[in-house]
C-alpha cells in the first residue's frame, strides 16, 4: 500500500465521461461507394463520412461519429406518412407545451434537435426517422442518443436497425419516461453489409405525440482499416487488417471478412451456438433454449441472439428465482496440456487472485472457456461460473470463478475464464433473477486444450451458498442460518433484513453488516464490496505491490487497479458498491488514487441512484503519477444509492498508464450523525458550507467556490459563496436544492437574512422554503436578472410557541433560463422578527402587512380567471397567475368615505435619503383615492393619488427620510362606486431621492423601468451594472453619468460626502458599492459639470466610487425574432415632451447589420421613430425624441431581432393602453457578442427638444433630414400597402406582446413629423377618440 501524500484543495471539474475510440486516415481515399458512411475517416478530412447521420469527425482518441443537429440534420430524414412527422426543431421555436425547453448539447432554448411536435389526429400514427445508408458495424458498435418524452403524451417509442430482409427492434419501450432528457445506449452487433437505422414514436387517438432527439453518437463502430504488417503477437487476417490474438475463434468476426473464424484456425474448438440445440451441454430445470422472444409480455428478453444477430437465432435464456438456479454443465474433460500455472482469477471476490508467472498470457497452453451472457431487467439478476474438479481421492467442493450480476443492459457481453487443473473437471453455469429479469447464454466455446473424458465421474454436490447469494458481498466469516428468511443476514441470535445491511447503522454487536460497505484498504478478499461490472476491454482488479509497476507501486499491500479484460463493448471499466444508505448531509468519501494517462483517460466517482448516475468526483488525466489523496462529499441520499468508480486509462500508450484507487473510507454517513457544524446555519462559506449541503434530485448542483474573476464572493470580495450555474458543468436537471441540516427552533419568530446574486440576461429563479413535518412553505423568491451586484433579503420564520419540531431550510435555483449565474453568501439567523423587506412582490407571502381587524385587503392571483374583482393580472410577471394586494372598494364592502387600511412591518431607519416606489391599479369606473402615510412616532400622510382606471398599473413613490423605525400605511377611500376595487404590488426601496417620471440615471437601479423579461421574445432581459464591477458580459468600460470606470463624488470641505452610499466598505469590493443617487440629473451637461467643474471648486475633495448603466448582451440573441424589454412607467398626457437618453451599441466590426432603434406604441399601434446603426465602439452618444401626445403613453426600450409593426385602425375599448418606446438592436445575421446600453435617460414633460452643443469629450447624434423625410414618406407609402391588406397579414406574422384585439378611432400613425431627432405624433392620433 502506498504513502499517500496529504490532499491540497479541492477542485473538481465535471466533463462527460468519453471512450476512446481511433480510426486510421491513409494518405487516399477510396472511391465514394466504398468509402462513404462505413465509420472510418479514408479520406483525411473525414469528407466520406459527412450526411451519413452524423457529421465526419476527427480520427482523434475517444471521437465518436456524432450528430448535435446544430448545424443540419446530419442526413436524418422524416419517412412518416402522416401529418406526424419529424422536424429539426429548437426550444425557443414552441413556448408551450410537453416539448424540451432546452436542447440537450447546449443544454439551452438557442440548440437544435429532431422532434414531432403535438398532433391532434384522432386516428393512431407514427412518426418515423431514417438515417442514411450506413455500411459494415463492427461487433463492438454502439449507439448512443438522448431522447425527450412525456409521459403520458407518447404510446410507444422505438429504435430499429434495417439490414437485408430483416428490421431487428434494438430497443422498445412504452414509457413511463422521467422528466427531461433521457439516455438511451444499445449495441448493434456486427452487421454486414448496408444497413439503415430508424427512430420512431408512435401516438394514439389519447396523446399528443411530443417527442425529441439529439446528440445521437456512433462509438467504435468502424472496422479495422488494412495494414501493411502486424505487431508482433496480432493475427493477420486474409484482408491484411490486424487483430488481437484473443479475438482469435472468440464467435465474432474482427477481421471484417470471418477469416479469423475461420474452420481451419478453430475448427478444434468446442463451439456451441445453440442454432440446433445444446450440444455437449446439459441443462436442468430453468433454462429454456429459445428464439427471440422479446416484446411487450417479456420487455427485458433478448431480442436476437449473439451468433447470428438476428432474431431468429437460438440462445439459452432462464428466469430462475434466487434459491433456485438454472445449472448448465459441460462434459468432463481433461486439460491437453501441461503447465506449472495456476488457476487464473480476475475477480475482486472469491478464490485469491494470481497471475502466471511462468509465461505470457498468450503463451499458456491452458484450457479456456469464452462465452457471452446477457444480463436485463433486474438488479437482482446473477450468472455464476463454477469449477468442478472430478478424479481425487477426496472429493472437491466446486470453485466460484467468475461472478456477473446486476443490469449489464441489452447486450451480449463476452467473457473469457482461463482454467488450469491436473485432474478431470467440469464447468456450472449457474443463473438466477429477479422479477421482471432474464439471464442468457450463447456462443461457449471451449479451446482445443480441452480433451474430453469418455466416462464422467460422480458430481459432488454443490454448496448451498452460492446459489442465494446476499444483496451485496459479506464477510465469508458470515452464514446464512436456516432460522433466518432467504436474503436476511446472520449475526448471532439476530437475524438483519436487507434494507438494514450496508444503513450506515450498526446492526450486529460486531459491526458485520456494515464491514463489506465500500469502506476498504482492499487487503481482505471481500474489497470492502466492491464488485467489478465491467463489459469492455479494461476492468478493476484486487492487485497486489509485487504485482504492479511503474508509478503505481507501492511498498505493500493490495490496491484497485485498472487491468486488461476479455469484454468486447465499453472500454470504461466500472466497479460498484452494494446498496449504501439512506446517507446523512455529512457523509464524505475519502480515498488514495493515481492516474496516469494521456491525453483522455480519466477516474472518475460515480453516484447511482435510483437508475440516474450523478458524477460525484474526477481526476483528470495526468502525466504525473504518484498517488495523491483526496475527499467527496457525498451529502444526504434520502433512498439507498450505490458508488462507482469508472475508469478508462490507454493501456498501450506510452509512460506505463494505468490508475488506482486505496484507502476508500466512507465518513459520517448515517442519517442519526450530528456535528457542532450541522447548527451552524448562519454561515459566511468562508471555512466551509457550515449545516448547508446540496440535493442530489438532479444532476445541476449549487458548488462551494472560491472567487474568480467576475464570480466574487460578498464577505471580502475575495472569498468562499457557493454558486450555481447550470452551463458550468453543463447540466439539464430543471432545478438545484441547497439545504440545511434540521434545525430546532431557538425562539417563536427567527429572522433569516441572507445575500443573493441574479446576474444574466436569462437567469432563473431563486426560491426560498421552509420544510416542517412533511409541509413545505414558500418565503421568498425572485426571477430574472438583478443586476451585477449583491442584494440582502430577508425572511422571518414562524413556529409555534414551545414547539421543538425541527424545521429545514431550502433554497432552489430554478432552471427556466439558460443564460446567468447564481448565488449566495452571509447567511444569517437570528431571534425575532425581520425588518420589513426592501422589496416585496407578493408572490410567496404578504410580507409581514396587516389590514387591521376589518381584513378588508387580501392578496390574491386572477389564475382562475373567475375572480369577482381585482386586476386581470399583476405587476410583477404580468400574468394571471402573478399575486398582489387587492381592496373591493364598492358600497356593499366600504361604504362610500369610509377607509380601508394597509400596514407594513417596521422598515429599518434608513442611512440616508431613500425612496419607496409602488405600483398600483384602479378599477375602470371611479375606484375612489389611495392615501400613503409614513408612520415615524405618529402618521404623516405624504401622498394622495385619485386611483386612476385602466389595464395599466401605474407607478408611486414617495421619498423616505427617517431617523427611527417606521412604518407606511396605504388607505383606500372609497368612492361609493359598485365593482370598483385599489390593488397594489411589487414595493421598493432603494436609496437616494425619488427620480423624476420616466427619467433614471441608473446608478442605484432601474427606477420606474421594468426589465420583465417575455417568454414570446425568448425571455431576456435587460441588465444593470457597472464599468468597475468585473462581469462576465461585455459592457461599456465607464458609464456615461460620471464618465469613467470609477466615477467621483465631491466631499465637502469637512469630508463628509454630500450623498454617500450605505456600505461602509467603500470601494474594494464593486458589489458592495452603490451610487449615491437614483435620480437623474437635470441635464447631462450636470454629469459633465460633476465630472469637470468639481475637480476645480476650491475645498472640494473626489471620493471615487463606479458609475451604472442599463446594458443588454447581444450575443444571447437567436436567429428568429428574439428581444429585450425595458419599459417606462405609464407616463402622463402632455402637449410636447422631450426624451433625451445616451446609448453605447458595441457591435464588432464585422456586425455589419447590427442597428439600434427607438419605437413608439400607443392604443393605435407601433411605430419606428429614430434608429442608428454603424459599428461604433467606445463612445457614449447622445439621441433625443420628441413627443406630443393627449393620452398616457409608455416609453419602452428593448433590444430586438426583428421590429414588429401594429397599426390598429378603428374603434377602441381601451383608452387608457400605454405608449412605449423600445430600444431596439435589430440582428441581420448570426449573433455576435457586443453590448448595447442606456445611461441618463430623461424625461423632459411639457419641454420640447434642443439641439444641445456638444461639450468636449460628448459626441452628438448624427442627424439627417433627408433620411428622416424619406423615412417619412416610406412609412405613408406602407401606410396605404397596410390598409388594403397589411393588418391580416401582421396578425398572422405578428409576436409582440401586448398586440391589441382592440381598434382605434384614428386611422394609425400618418402625418408623422420629423423635426431633427424629434418626433412629433399629430393631434389625429393622440387626441381622445
Known amino acids: 500500500m502506498a504513502d499517500h501524500s496529504a490532499p491540497g484543495p479541492l477542485a473538481v471539474t465535471l466533463p462527460a465521461a468519453r471512450s476512446p475510440g481511433w480510426a486510421w486516415v491513409p494518405s487516399h481515399c477510396r472511391s465514394p461507394g466504398q468509402a462513404a458512411c462505413n465509420f472510418v475517416c479514408d479520406c483525411r478530412d473525414c469528407s466520406d463520412e459527412a450526411q451519413c447521420g452524423y457529421r465526419g469527425a476527427s480520427p482523434a482518441l475517444g471521437t465518436p461519429f456524432a450528430c448535435d443537429f446544430e448545424q443540419d440534420s446530419c442526413g436524418w430524414r422524416d419517412i412518416s406518412t402522416s401529418g406526424y412527422s419529424w422536424l429539426r426543431d429548437r426550444a425557443g421555436a414552441a413556448l408551450e407545451g410537453p416539448g424540451p425547453h432546452s436542447d440537450h448539447t447546449l443544454g439551452t432554448d438557442l440548440g437544435w434537435y429532431m422532434a414531432v411536435g403535438t398532433h391532434r389526429g384522432k386516428e393512431a400514427s407514427t412518426a418515423a426517422l431514417r438515417s442514411p445508408t450506413l455500411r459494415e458495424a463492427a461487433p463492438s458498435c454502439k449507439l448512443r442518443l438522448w431522447y425527450h418524452a412525456a409521459s403520458g403524451d407518447v404510446a410507444e417509442l422505438r429504435l430499429e436497425v434495417t439490414h437485408g430482409s430483416e428490421t431487428l427492434t434494438l430497443w422498445q419501450s412504452t414509457g413511463s419516461w422521467d422528466l427531461g432528457w433521457q439516455e438511451l445506449a444499445v449495441t448493434t452487433g456486427r452487421i454486414r453489409g448496408d444497413f439503415r437505422v430508424t427512430f420512431s414514436a408512435t401516438r394514439n387517438a389519447t396523446h399528443g405525440g411530443a417527442v425529441a432527439l439529439d446528440d445521437l453518437e456512433f462509438w467504435d463502430c468502424g472496422l479495422p482499416t488494412p495494414q501493411a504488417s502486424c505487431p508482433l503477437g496480432h493475427h493477420h487476417c486474409q484482408n491484411k487488417v490486424c487483430v488481437e490474438p484473443q479475438q482469435l475463434c472468440d464467435g465474432e468476426d474482427n477481421c471484417g471478412d470471418l477469416s479469423d473464424e475461420d474452420p481451419l484456425t478453430c475448427g478444434h474448438h468446442t463451439a456451441t451456438d445453440f442454432e440446433t440445440g445444446l450440444g455437449p451441454w446439459n441443462r436442468s430445470e430453468g433454462w429454456s433454449w429459445n428464439h427471440s422472444a422479446g416484446g411487450p409480455e417479456r420487455p427485458s428478453w433478448p431480442r436476437r441472439d449473439h451468433s447470428r444477430n438476428s432474431a431468429q437465432g437460438s440462445f439459452l435464456v432462464s428466469v430462475a428465482e434466487p434459491g433456485t438456479p438454472a445449472i448448465l454443465s459441460s462434459p468432463e474433460f481433461q486439460a491437453s496440456g501441461a503447465s506449472n500455472c495456476s488457476v487464473r482469477w480476475v475477480g475482486l471476490t472469491g478464490p485469491p487472485c494470481w497471475l502466471p508467472r511462468c509465461r505470457a498470457p498468450s503463451q499458456l497452453l491452458v484450457p479456456q472457456l469464452i462465452f457471452y451472457h446477457y444480463l436485463h431487467g433486474s438488479e437482482a439478476g446473477c450468472l455464476q461460473l463454477f469449477l468442478q474438479t472430478l478424479g481425487s481421492s477426496a472429493p472437491q467442493a466446486p470453485v466460484l470463478l467468475r461472478r456477473r450480476r446486476g443490469e449489464l443492459g441489452t447486450a451480449w457481453v463476452r467473457d473469457r475464464v482461463d482454467i488450469q487443473s491436473a485432474h478431470p473437471f467440469q464447468i456450472l453455469l449457474a443463473g438466477q433473477t429477479g422479477p421482471g429479469g432474464v439471464v442468457g447464454l450463447d456462443d461457449l466455446i471451449l479451446s482445443d486444450h480441452c480433451r474430453p473424458v469418455p466416462e464422467v465421474s460422480t458430481l459432488q454436490p454443490l454448496p448451498p451458498g452460492p446459489w442465494a447469494p446476499a444483496p451485496q458481498p459479506l464477510p465469508p466469516s458470515s452464514r446464512f442460518q436456516d432460522s433466518c428468511k432467504q436474503g436476511h443476514f446472520a449475526c448471532g441470535d439476530l437475524c438483519v433484513p436487507p434494507e438494514q445491511l450496508c444503513d450506515f447503522e450498526e446492526q450486529c454487536a460486531g459491526g458485520e453488516d456494515e464491514q463489506a460497505c465500500g469502506t476498504t484498504d482492499f487487503e481482505s478478499l471481500e474489497a470492502g464490496g466492491w464488485e467489478d461490472t465491467s463489459v469492455g476491454r479494461l476492468q478493476w482488479r484486487r492487485l497486489s505491490a509485487q504485482e504492479s509497476q511503474g508509478s503505481s507501486a507501492a511498498a505493500a499491500g493490495h490496491f484497485l487497479s485498472l487491468q486488461r479484460a476479455w469484454g468486447q463493448l465499453s472500454t470504461e471499466a466500472r466497479v460498484l458498491t452494494p446498496l449504501l444508505g439512506p446517507s446523512g448531509p455529512s457523509c464524505e468519501l475519502h480515498l488514495a488514487y493515481y492516474l496516469q494517462s494521456q491525453p483522455r483517460g480519466f477516474l472518475a466517482l460515480v453516484v447511482v441512484d435510483n437508475g440516474s448516475r450523478e458524477l460525484a468526483w474526477q481526476a483528470l488525466s495526468s502525466s504525473a503519477g504518484g498517488w495523491k489523496v483526496d475527499k467527496v462529499l457525498l451529502g444526504a441520499h434520502r433512498r439507498p444509492f450505490q458508488l462507482e468508480f469508472v475508469g478508462l486509462v490507454d493501456l498501450d500508450g506510452p509512460d506505463q498508464q494505468g490508475a488506482g484507487v486505496d484507502n476508500v473510507t466512507l465518513r459520517d454517513c448515517s442519517p442519526t450523525v450530528t456535528t457542532k457544524r450541522d447548527r451552524e446555519v448562519s454561515c459566511n462559506f468562508e471555512r466551509d458550507t457550515c449545516s448547508w449541503y446540496p440535493g442530489h434530485l438532479s444532476d445541476t448542483h449549487w458548488r462551494w467556490v472560491e472567487s474568480r474573476g467576475p464570480d466574487h464572493d460578498h464577505t471580502t470580495g475575495q472569498g468562499h459563496f457557493v454558486l450555481l450555474d447550470p452551463t458550468d458543468p453543463l447540466a439539464w436537471g430543471h432545478s438545484a436544492h441547497l439545504l440545511s441540516r434540521p434545525q430546532v427552533p431557538a425562539a417563536p419568530t427567527e429572522c433569516l437574512s441572507f445575500w443573493y446574486y441574479l446576474h444574466g440576461p436569462q437567469i432563473g429563479t431563486l426560491r426560498l422554503a421552509m420544510r416542517r413535518e412533511g409541509e413545505e412553505t414558500h418565503l421568498w423568491s425572485r426571477s430574472g436578472t438583478q443586476g451585477n451586484r449583491w442584494h440582502e433579503a430577508w425572511a422571518t420564520l414562524s413556529h409555534q410557541p414551545g414547539s421543538r419540531a425541527q424545521y429545514q431550510l431550502l433554497f432552489e435555483g430554478l432552471r427556466d433560463g439558460y443564460h446567468g449565474t447564481m448565488a449566495l453568501d452571509d447567511v444569517a439567523v437570528r431571534p425575532g422578527p425581520c425588518w420589513a423587506p426592501h422589496h416585496c412582490s407578493f408572490e410567496d407571502s404578504d410580507c409581514g402587512f396587516s389590514s387591521g381587524g376589518r381584513g378588508l385587503w387580501r392578496r390574491q392571483a386572477n389564475a382562475s380567471g373567475h375572480t369577482a374583482w381585482g386586476p386581470p393580472t399583476d405587476h410583477t410577471t404580468e400574468t394571471a397567475q402573478g399575486h398582489y394586494m387587492v381592496v373591493d372598494t364598492s358600497p356593499d364592502a366600504l361604504p362610500r368615505g369610509q377607509t380601508a387600511s394597509l400596514t407594513s412591518k417596521e422598515y429599518r431607519p434608513p442611512a440616508q435619503p431613500a425612496c419607496l416606489t409602488f405600483w398600483y391599479h384602479g378599477s375602470l369606473h371611479n375606484p375612489g383615492t389611495l392615501r400613503v402615510h409614513l408612520e415615524k412616532g405618529g402618521k404623516h400622510q405624504v401622498l394622495s393619488l385619485s386611483a386612476h382606471g385602466g389595464l395599466a398599473w401605474r407607478l408611486g413613490s414617495v421619498d423616505v427620510q427617517a431617523e427611527q423605525a417606521w412604518r407606511v400605511v396605504f388607505e383606500a377611500v372609497a368612492a361609493g362606486v359598485a365593482h370598483s376595487y385599489v390593488a397594489l404590488d411589487d414595493l421598493l426601496l432603494q436609496d437616494g431621492p425619488c427620480p423624476r417620471p420616466g427619467s433614471c440615471d441608473f446608478e442605484s437601479g432601474l427606477c420606474g423601468w421594468s426589465h420583465l423579461a417575455w417568454p414570446s421574445l425568448g425571455g431576456y432581459s435587460w441588465d444593470w451594472g457597472g464599468g468597475a464591477t468585473p462581469s462576465r458580459y461585455p459592457q461599456p468600460p465607464v458609464d456615461h453619468t460620471l464618465g469613467t470606470k470609477a466615477g467621483t463624488c465631491p466631499l465637502e470641505p469637512g469630508g463628509e460626502a454630500t450623498q454617500r452610499p450605505h456600505t461602509a466598505t467603500w470601494?474594494?469590493?464593486?458589489?458592495?458599492?452603490?451610487?449615491?443617487?437614483?435620480?437623474?440629473?437635470?441635464?447631462?451637461?450636470?454629469?459633465?459639470?460633476?465630472?469637470?467643474?468639481?475637480?476645480?471648486?476650491?475645498?472640494?475633495?473626489?471620493?471615487?466610487?463606479?458609475?451604472?448603466?442599463?446594458?443588454?448582451?447581444?450575443?444571447?440573441?437567436?436567429?428568429?425574432?428574439?428581444?429585450?424589454?425595458?419599459?417606462?412607467?405609464?407616463?402622463?398626457?402632455?402637449?410636447?415632451?422631450?426624451?433625451?437618453?445616451?446609448?453605447?451599441?458595441?457591435?464588432?466590426?464585422?456586425?455589419?447589420?447590427?442597428?439600434?432603434?427607438?419605437?413608439?406604441?400607443?392604443?393605435?399601434?407601433?411605430?419606428?421613430?429614430?434608429?442608428?446603426?454603424?459599428?461604433?465602439?467606445?463612445?457614449?452618444?447622445?439621441?433625443?425624441?420628441?413627443?406630443?401626445?393627449?393620452?398616457?403613453?409608455?416609453?419602452?426600450?428593448?433590444?430586438?431581432?426583428?421590429?414588429?409593426?401594429l397599426l390598429h385602425p378603428g374603434p377602441t375599448q381601451t383608452p387608457f393602453l400605454p405608449h412605449q418606446v423600445v430600444f431596439e438592436a435589430t440582428l441581420g445575421g448570426q449573433p455576435a457578442l457586443g453590448p448595447i446600453a442606456l445611461d441618463d435617460v430623461e424625461y423632459l414633460a411639457g419641454q420640447r427638444c434642443q439641439q444641445a452643443a456638444p461639450s468636449p469629450g460628448d459626441t452628438a447624434a448624427p442627424v439627417s433630414v433627408p433620411t428622416a423625410v424619406g423615412s417619412a414618406l416610406l412609412l405613408l407609402m406602407l401606410l396605404v400597402l397596410l390598409g388594403l391588406g397589411g393588418r391580416r397579414w401582421l396578425q398572422k406574422r405578428g409576436s409582440c406582446p401586448f398586440q391589441s384585439n382592440t381598434e382605434a378611432t384614428a386611422p394609425g400613425f400618418d402625418n408623422i413629423l420629423f423635426n431633427a431627432d424629434g418626433v412629433t405624433l399629430p393631434a389625429s392620433v393622440t387626441s381622445e377618440p
Open 1067 to 1205: 470601494p474594494p469590493a464593486a458589489h458592495r458599492v452603490h451610487a449615491p443617487s437614483r435620480g437623474g440629473p437635470a441635464h447631462p451637461a450636470s454629469a459633465r459639470a460633476l465630472r469637470a467643474g468639481s475637480a476645480h471648486q476650491p475645498g472640494i475633495n473626489l471620493l471615487l466610487f463606479p458609475g451604472h448603466f442599463a446594458f443588454f448582451e447581444t450575443g444571447v440573441l437567436g436567429p428568429g425574432g428574439r428581444a429585450a424589454w425595458l419599459r417606462s412607467e405609464p407616463l402622463p398626457a402632455t402637449p410636447a415632451s422631450c426624451l433625451r437618453f445616451w446609448y453605447y451599441v458595441g457591435f464588432p466590426e464585422h456586425f455589419y447589420k447590427g442597428e439600434l432603434r427607438v419605437l413608439l406604441r400607443s392604443a393605435q399601434g407601433q411605430l419606428a421613430v429614430w434608429g442608428t446603426g454603424g459599428h461604433r465602439r467606445h463612445q457614449w452618444l447622445e439621441a433625443q425624441v420628441e413627443v406630443a401626445s393627449t393620452k398616457e403613453f409608455q416609453v419602452r426600450p428593448a433590444v430586438r431581432a426583428r421590429s414588429c409593426l
